[in-house]
């Protein structure tokens, strides 16, 4: 009879916390959309990034990051983003090749060519790609520079894979309505742990 009173009582308290604990998993999957960050060194030769797992089946977009650590025309005519002003004096530096490959398979691939920047307050973002992922699949990404771009050292130039714009905006309205709901439901699970706590510690 004790023995089954004891794991009654165990099974209230793994009750009690399991919603606390998903709802630490959920802000974490949710909210960090951001499966890779890695230094780039822009120099001609094939650099790997370390694997990374998508811990969502959606789409990701790859990225090319840089501080706005230098004067901003400068920066956007490094990267080659200065079309639409008047034409730069500096030619661009950065041309980078990107495969990303599940094991053997080769799923995805593009080019810095292909890309479209957006402008932060403190950093450069260039668009180079996008792919649709699998839940919890690993993947190593393969980057190719093509061109000297050490201009752009004090920039801290990075490779960012993250979820797509449209799929961070749907989590981020909904992972907080799902939280908070999870959480109202622990709370009496967790005032039932608590008081099974208290009658076990009882002589």
């Keep these: 009879m004790a023995i089954k009173s004891r794991a009654r009582r165990r099974a209230w308290l793994l009750a009690a916390a399991l919603p606390f604990a998903g709802i630490a998993i ?3 999957g949710s909210f960090n959309g951001r ?21 969502r089946g959606v789409r990701y977009v790859v990225l090319l990051e840089f501080d706005r650590t ?9 990267v080659g983003q200065g ?12 041309s980078v090749g990107w495969k990303l490959r599940h094991g053997a398979q080769e799923v995805a691939s593009g080019t810095s060519h ?8 403190d950093r450069v973002a260039m668009l180079i790609g996008q792919f649709e992922a699998t839940a919890w699949s690993k993947y190593v990404l393969e980057l190719d520079p093509l ?11 990075r490779v960012v894979v993250q979820f797509h714009p449209e799929v961070s905006k749907g989590f981020h309205i909904l992972a907080p ?22 009658g076990w510690r009882e002589p």
């Design 26 to 28: 959920l802000a974490a």
């Design 35 to 55: 499966a890779l960050e890695f230094p780039i060194a822009l120099v001609p030769g094939t650099t790997w990034a370390p694997s990374f797992r998508a811990t």
């Design 70 to 78: 230098i004067p901003f025309r400068e920066l956007e005519c490094l």
């Design 83 to 94: 079309a639409l002003r008047p034409p730069c004096i500096i030619e661009p530096v950065v």
């Design 114 to 121: 292909q890309g479209m920047s957006a402008v932060g307050q």
């Design 147 to 157: 061109l000297d771009g050490s201009a752009l050292a004090a920039t801290n130039p």
């Design 177 to 198: 309505l799902i939280a908070f709901l999870t959480g109202i439901a622990a709370i009496p699970l967790a005032l039932l742990g608590l008081g099974e706590l208290a």
